[in-house]
């Protein structure tokens, strides 16, 4: 990367200038492109140390610096002490080469080395389909996890869901009063019972493999079958629904494993040995306020049954147990209180502050000729998942769900994700890559045979052409950052930015056929190949860490070809 030659050079002129100490070099893209293509404000972090005038540190900064071994054309000193850089032309030939000459791996990274990481998400109790809440978080999950890998982890995809609990017994209670009154019984709806058609399709079901044989029987015996066949087929739903978003994962954890294999009961006698547990009215408790919290937690309650706090811990000690060192969870932003009291029960057993690492997400309110659309027939009582993608597509539903940041609130408007036009950015990016396709058709090549061998890249020396390179080779600056920050919606505003750019490109041939692909002198042509199909792989990749299809064909770019 050519920030890294240009961070070398720097740290090796500051040597000569006696700075000993490693030396932070922060570098930003200036916010006028004229100002130049990074900038550096270094100068004023020393200027304490060597006690001089941070203006005077940047002009022998500049004046030093040997530009071919930065990879820069200039070095110019701004405003009291920033030094703005431009990247030498051969940055940008060596950069286009380098996307053709390896396109599946422009863009990944290797900040991770082959190193582990659990990635949670989604983990939704099976009493009902997962809502969009769920599927905001499966977007979310799902590229984070894509991210990590691109950054050079090993991701391990996890779901967690708890197969027993009071909801899992609510959930039962519902659809046995259901199954008895199909049976013509006058059985009582519990009062917080699961509403929602599909809790008779439950029911209906039960019936139909089960006949009558459990008519006016609460007993614990059949109950027990409701529950394992209520689950059994509501997980079935779920996984349904995430598989057609394109969601999988490595693992489906259950809950009832920790305390089947006895890890619940471990690690509560770990907990006992730090000296951190007491026993207040009946109750057992952390002390958690030792380790940050701002209360002390119960995890025992007085009847003898485990508060959620207690198996979060056993759960966690374990991903840590199974070798993943670090771990992020993504959730919903109710598990805020969560944070502090299961990282300080972890704390409590030697585990690292900080861990697990958690991203947060608000909720999403799906609207329609500006009225809130609130709920589905089929669940009663919120929007579906599968309601959503069903009309508005996997791609569209993936990008909307993805193009906020995550502790925002998210407005999912429906006739904006509707519109095929360039409104909606993810048709906007996709159209861009569907319009290099077509030059490559009209051309007669398939993608992958365009070839950078011969080229003259130096002849793309019009403004959009340059300003074009220069967005592409921020490609894996931006992966490595959304990786590090958990935020993927920096690479959906990097690509319809890109898109942007690109189709000015596409649109300025048409105004001016000397800025046309085809149909120019063939060495320019061959030039402008070479960058359509660097463009091309981009948008490619740039999707793809999204989980987003990268079409080769869209009726409007064919229209325009």
């Not at 978003?245 to 890890?263: H, I, K, N, T």
């Not at 944070?339 to 029960?345: F, L, M």
Request: include cysteine.
């Amino acid at each position: 990367m050519p920030v890294q030659k240009l961070q070398r050079e720097i740290e090796r002129v500051l040597g000569e200038m006696g700075v000993d100490a490693p030396v932070a070099v922060a570098f930003e893209r200036p916010r006028n492109p004229e100002h130049g293509d990074w900038a550096t404000n270094v100068a004023m972090t020393l200027a304490k140390p060597l006690r001089r005038p941070p203006r005077q540190i940047a002009e022998e900064l500049a004046q030093r610096i040997d530009a071919s071994a930065a990879g820069i054309r200039s070095a110019e000193v701004a405003g009291p002490g920033f030094i703005n850089f431009r990247l030498a032309g051969d940055y940008l030939r060596d950069g286009l080469l380098g996307i053709l000459r390896d396109p599946d791996a422009f863009g990944r990274g290797d900040a991770g080395q082959g190193r582990p990481v659990v990635v949670e998400f989604v983990s939704a109790n099976p009493t009902g389909p997962l809502h969009v809440g769920h599927g905001r978080q499966a977007a979310l999950g799902d590229a984070v996890s894509e991210l990590l890998a691109w950054a050079g982890w090993k991701v391990h995809r996890e779901y967690y869901y708890n197969d027993a609990g009071e909801q899992i017994s609510m959930l039962a209670r519902s659809v046995w009063a259901r199954y008895q009154q199909l049976l013509g019984e006058d059985a009582e709806f519990p009062e917080k019972g699961y509403q929602g058609d599909y809790i008779r399709e439950i029911a209906a079901d039960f019936r139909a493999e089960h006949g009558d044989r459990f008519r006016g029987d609460a007993s614990d015996a059949a109950m027990d079958a409701v529950r394992v066949f209520a689950v059994r087929i509501l997980r079935a739903g779920q996984n349904a629904d995430l598989d057609d978003f394109r969601v999988r994962f490595d693992e489906f954890f259950l809950e009832s494993s920790l305390y089947a294999s006895g890890q619940v009961e471990r690690t509560i006698e770990r907990l006992r040995a730090t000296g951190h547990v007491f026993e207040h009215e009946g109750a057992v408790w952390l002390r958690t306020t030792a380790f940050g919290d701002d209360k002390d937690r119960v995890m025992v309650k007085g009847s003898g049954h485990p508060t959620y706090f207690l198996p979060d811990i056993a759960y966690h000690l374990n991903k840590w147990e199974r070798g993943f060192h670090r771990a992020v969870n993504v959730q919903g932003a109710d598990h805020h209180g969560t944070v502090a009291r299961v990282r300080a029960g972890l704390q409590a057993l030697g585990l690292p502050a900080g861990y697990p690492e958690y991203e947060l997400h608000q909720m999403v309110t799906v609207m329609r000729g500006g009225v809130e659309v609130k709920f589905s027939k089929r669940a009663g009582s919120y929007v579906t998942l599968r309601d959503l993608f069903d009309e508005v597509g996997v791609d569209v539903t993936r990008w909307f769900f993805l193009m906020r940041r995550s502790d925002s609130q998210l407005t999912f408007d429906l006739d904006l994700a509707l519109d095929q036009s360039d409104k909606n950015p993810v048709y906007k990016v996709q159209y861009a890559h569907a319009r290099m396709c077509s030059i490559f058709r009209r051309a007669g090549l398939a993608a992958d045979e365009v070839s950078a061998e011969g080229a003259d890249l130096a002849l793309l020396g019009h403004e959009t052409e340059v300003e074009l390179a220069k967005r592409l080779l921020r490609f894996p600056e931006e992966v490595a950052a959304s990786a590090e920050e958990h935020t993927p919606h920096l690479v959906t505003a990097y690509l319809e930015e890109l898109a942007g750019a690109v189709n000015s490109w596409y649109h300025a041939g048409n105004r001016d056929p000397g800025l046309r692909v085809l149909g120019v002198a063939d060495e320019l042509s061959r030039a402008r190949l070479v960058l359509a199909r660097a463009v091309q792989v981009t948008l490619r990749n740039g999707l793809a860490v999204l989980g987003i299809t990268a079409p080769e064909r869209l009726d409007r770019a064919e229209a325009e070809a």
